[in-house]
C-alpha cells in the first residue's frame, strides 16, 4: 500500500519546518518509517541523509511502530531517587520486553523518559500520554492489569 | 446532592500535576452535580503534593480549599455541603517565607480566559511599557536588576539593549521553554496557569528591543501548556495586542523534539531552523547573528514571566526584594525526600533551610543533601543548609542556581549512584561535537558505572577528578561545560562514600544493587508465600529463603510481603551469597 502523506501539504515547505514535518508525520503513523523519510525529504526538498540526520539527532522520534498503548516509564531526576529504574523492572518482567521494545502482538510498548514534568507526583509513569502518579508496585501492576482488559 | 447556597464559584486544579492526579474525574462528577454554578478549570497553585484540590468561593468572599479529592460521589457531596472534612490550610510556615509575584494568578484565574487576566491585573505592564520611550524601558528592567532565570544569570536589560541596539529588517526573540532538566517544572506550570503572563512579558520585550517576530520553542512533552499557550496567542490576536509600533508580530509556539542540548542558545536556535540541535562557537552571539542570520535574543520562561509585575511596579519595587546580587524572586520545583512537593515562589537570599525544611516540609533528621540545577548543578549537604539561595552564594558551593528544580536526597540515597545517574543522563545528551563532552562524560560515566558495581579502583577517583575539569574546558556550551558538576560536588562532599564503594566494596545506603543482597526475617514470616509466587526468577525457596545468585534486586517480594519481612542488607549478610 502506498502511504499518502497529503496531510503534510498543510505545512510551508521550507526547511526550517522540517521538524515540524517529521512530528506530523510521527502524529499520522506513530512512528517514522524509511518510506516516510523518503517523502519528507522530497517534500522539503532536502537531501534524504539530511532528513534522517536531523530525526536521529532527536530522542522524540521513532523508527518502530510503537504498540497500542506506549508506556513512557518517567526517569527524571526526582522518579529516579524514588525508585522508577524497579518501576521499569517491573513492567519489563510483567510484559516480557525490554526498555525501547513492543510486544509481538502490538498491544505494549515500553520507553524511558527524561521528565514528564509531574515530579511531585513521582515516580510516575504515561500511557498514551495519561499521567499516574505516586506509583508503587501494586499500582503499577493495576494499571498493566486495566490496559490489558482493553 | 444538597449545595450550599454561599457557593459562588468552583475552581478545580486542572495543570498537568492535577489531571495526573485524577483532577478530571473530580471536574466531572461536579458538573454533575453542581447544578449552575460557575465552575473554572484552573492552573497549578503550587501545592502539587495535595492534588486533586477544589476551591470554593463563597458569596461572603471567603476561599475555602480541598485537598486530595476523591472522584467519588461522597466526597463531591462533602464539598458542595462546604462540609468540614478533606479542608486544606496552607502550612503557616510557608506562607510566611513565600512571596507570590511571578505566580500570583497562577492557580487564581482560569488560563483561558482573556477577561480574568485582564480583571486581574494583566496588560497593565504592556500599557505602561508602550507609554515608555524604549531606552527608559530598557533602563528600567536594567536598574530592577533581574537575571535571566534559565539559569545563566545573565544581567536581562543588558541583553535587551544588545539587540535594541541592532539595525536590521528583521529582529528574533525566542522564548526558551526547552525545560530540559529532569526534575524542574516551573516553565511548565506558568505556561499551563498563566499564559497570557509570559506573552504579556514577551510582547513588552518586543516592543522595547523592536523585534519582529516571536518564536517560543516548548517541549513536545508539554501538550497542556502548548494548548494554553495557543489559546493566549489566538486572544492576543483578536484584541490586536500583537500589534506594536504600527506592525503585526507574528507568534509561533514550535515544539521541540526532545534534546537537552537545545536549552543552550546557539543549539536552539539550529533546532529552530529545522537542524541538529548542535551548538556553535560565539561569536558572534546571537544578537549579532541568530535565527537565520537575523539578531535574536533568547530568555527563558521566567524571565518573561516576571516583567509584566516588574513595569507595573516600577524597577525600584522590584529590585526591594532579593539579595546583593539577585533581585526579585525565584520559583523553585521541589521534588523528591520531601512530605510537600510542589512549586514554591520566594525571594532571592532565602535559606536553603527554609525551603526545604520550613516550606518543603522536609524532615531534618533524613535529609542528606539538595541537588540543585539538575545535570548542570550540584549537591549541597544539608550542613551548608544556612547558605542563602541566589546566583553567587551557589556557585561558590560547587553547586548553580540553575532553572530552579531542586531535588532533596534523602540519607536513605546513595551519593555516587545519583552522580552516575546524572552522568547516565549527560553522557546520553551530549550532541557530541565536542570530543572532551563527547568522550569524557563517556568515560566518567562507565567509571562510575564499574564503582557503583563494586569493581572501581582508588585510581578511578584520581580520574573522575582529573577528567571533569577537562570536560568543563574542552566543551563549548553549557552541557559539557557543567556536566562534570554532579560528580565533582558529590566528590568533595562525599568522598567517604566513593571510598566505600572502592575499599570495602559497600554501599551505605544500599542502593546500589551489585552491593546489597535480599534477606528474609523468617522469624516474622507469616509463611503467606507471596513472596515465592510474585518473584519472576524464582529466587524464594520453598523455605522461604532467598537465593542471591539467582536474585535480579527488582525488589518485587519487599513491595508483595505484608509483614514487611524482607529487606535489603550489605552484600556477604544475605543467606546464599558468596
Known amino acids: 500500500m502506498v502511504q499518502n502523506y497529503d496531510y503534510l501539504k498543510k505545512i510551508t515547505p521550507e526547511s526550517s519546518n522540517l521538524i515540524r514535518g517529521l512530528q506530523a508525520v510521527q502524529g499520522q503513523e506513530g512512528y517514522i518509517s524509511d518510506d516516510s523519510i523518503l517523502a519528507v525529504a522530497e517534500y522539503f526538498n532536502t537531501p534524504v541523509v539530511e532528513t534522517e540526520g536531523v530525526l536521529s539527532f532527536y530522542a522524540q522520534f521513532k523508527r518502530t511502530k510503537p504498540g497500542k498503548f506506549q508506556l513512557c516509564v518517567c526517569d527524571g531526576t526526582a522518579c529516579h531517587i524514588k525508585g522508577s529504574t524497579l518501576i521499569l523492572d517491573w513492567i519489563s518482567t510483567e510484559l516480557g520486553i525490554a526498555d525501547g521494545e513492543t510486544d509481538k502482538e502490538g498491544i505494549f510498548s515500553i520507553e524511558t523518559v527524561a521528565c514528564l514534568g509531574c515530579c511531585s507526583l513521582a515516580p510516575v509513569l504515561s500511557v498514551n500520554g495519561k499521567v499516574f502518579g505516586n506509583l508503587d508496585r501494586k499500582a503499577t501492576m493495576k494499571i498493566l492489569k486495566e490496559y490489558k482488559k482493553k | 446532592m444538597t449545595i450550599n447556597n454561599k457557593i459562588k464559584k468552583i475552581k478545580v486544579g486542572m495543570a498537568s500535576c492535577g489531571i495526573a492526579a485524577g483532577a478530571e474525574d473530580v471536574l466531572n462528577i461536579l458538573k454533575e452535580h453542581s447544578a449552575d454554578i460557575l465552575i ?8 502539587c503534593y495535595c492534588e486533586p484540590v477544589v476551591e470554593i468561593e463563597t458569596s461572603d468572599g471567603e476561599s475555602i480549599i480541598y485537598s486530595h479529592v476523591a472522584a467519588n460521589e461522597k466526597s463531591i457531596a462533602n464539598i458542595l455541603e462546604l462540609g468540614e472534612d478533606g479542608r486544606f490550610e496552607i502550612n503557616p510556615k510557608r506562607k510566611a517565607k513565600e512571596l507570590l509575584k511571578v505566580t500570583r494568578l497562577a492557580g487564581v484565574i482560569d488560563p483561558t480566559s482573556y477577561e480574568e487576566y485582564v480583571e486581574n491585573g494583566g496588560y497593565v505592564g504592556l500599557k505602561k511599557a508602550l507609554a515608555m520611550n524604549k531606552e527608559e524601558l530598557i533602563d528600567e528592567v536594567k536598574k530592577s536588576g533581574l537575571r535571566g532565570r534559565g539559569g545563566g544569570g545573565f544581567p536581562t536589560g543588558m541583553k535587551w539593549g544588545f539587540l535594541a541596539a541592532k539595525k536590521a529588517e528583521q529582529k528574533i526573540l525566542i522564548c526558551n521553554a526547552d ?16 499564559p497570557h503572563q509570559v ?25 497542556l501548556a502548548i494548548k494554553h499557550l495557543n489559546i493566549a496567542i489566538e486572544q492576543i490576536k483578536e484584541h490586536k495586542l500583537n500589534i506594536i509600533d504600527g506592525r503585526d508580530i507574528d507568534i509561533f509556539v514550535k515544539e521541540g523534539a526532545g534534546a537537552f542540548v537545545c536549552g543552550e542558545e546557539t543549539a536552539l536556535i539550529h533546532s529552530l531552523e529545522g537542524q541538529r540541535g548542535t551548538p556553535r562557537f560565539r561569536p558572534p552571539f546571537p544578537t549579532d547573528s541568530g535565527w537565520k542570520g537575523y539578531p535574536t535574543m533568547i530568555n527563558n520562561v521566567e524571565t518573561f514571566g516576571n516583567i509584566p509585575y516588574l513595569i507595573a511596579e516600577g524597577a525600584e519595587s522590584y529590585a526591594s526584594v532579593g539579595s546583593e546580587g539577585s533581585k526579585g524572586t525565584k520559583l523553585f520545583a521541589l521534588a523528591g525526600d520531601l512530605d510537600n512537593p510542589g512549586l514554591v515562589e520566594v525571594p532571592m537570599g532565602i535559606s536553603l533551610r527554609e525551603i526545604v525544611f520550613d516550606i518543603g516540609g522536609a524532615d531534618p533528621e533524613k535529609t542528606k543533601a539538595v541537588q540543585t540545577g539538575g545535570p548542570s548543578g550540584g549537591c549541597i549537604p544539608v550542613e551548608l543548609f544556612d547558605s542563602l539561595v541566589d546566583y553567587d552564594s551557589l556557585k561558590a558551593l560547587g553547586a548553580i542556581m540553575g532553572s530552579g528544580g531542586m531535588i532533596i536526597i534523602g540519607k536513605n540515597r546513595c551519593m555516587v549512584e545519583t552522580a552516575r545517574y546524572f552522568l547516565d543522563f549527560t553522557h546520553r545528551e551530549s550532541c557530541g561535537k565536542c570530543t572532551f563532552c563527547r568522550v569524557g562524560t563517556k568515560r566518567m560515566f562507565e567509571t562510575l558505572e564499574r564503582i557503583t558495581a563494586g569493581e572501581g579502583l582508588v585510581e578511578d577517583l584520581d580520574f573522575l577528578a582529573e577528567m571533569g575539569p577537562k570536560v568543563i574546558k574542552g566543551s563549548l556550551c553549557g552541557l559539557g561545560q557543567t556536566a562534570p558538576n554532579p560528580v565533582l560536588a558529590t566528590l568533595r562532599y562525599y568522598r567517604h562514600e566513593y571510598e566505600n564503594h572502592v575499599n570495602n566494596k559497600q554501599c551505605e545506603a544500599l542502593s546500589c544493587d551489585k552491593l546489597v543482597d535480599i534477606e528474609l526475617n523468617k522469624d516474622k514470616c507469616i509463611e503467606c508465600k507471596l513472596c515465592i509466587k510474585n518473584c519472576p526468577v524464582d529466587a524464594v525457596s520453598d523455605d522461604f529463603v532467598i537465593d542471591n545468585n539467582k536474585c535480579t534486586r527488582c525488589n518485587t517480594c519487599i513491595e508483595v510481603c505484608p509483614k514487611d519481612t524482607i529487606f535489603r542488607v550489605k552484600k556477604g549478610e544475605g543467606f546464599y551469597s558468596e
Not at chain 2, 473554572?40 to 501545592?47: A, I, L, R, T
Open chain 2, 40 to 47: 473554572d478549570e484552573v492552573g497549578c497553585f503550587g501545592h
Open chain 2, 179 to 194: 525545560e530540559g532538566d529532569p526534575g524542574a517544572f516551573m516553565d511548565r506550570s506558568l505556561m499551563e496557569s498563566v
Open chain 2, 199 to 223: 506573552l504579556e512579558g514577551m510582547l513588552i520585550a518586543a516592543y522595547a528591543t523592536g523585534s519582529t517576530r516571536i518564536f517560543i520553542y516548548c517541549r513536545a512533552e508539554y501538550p
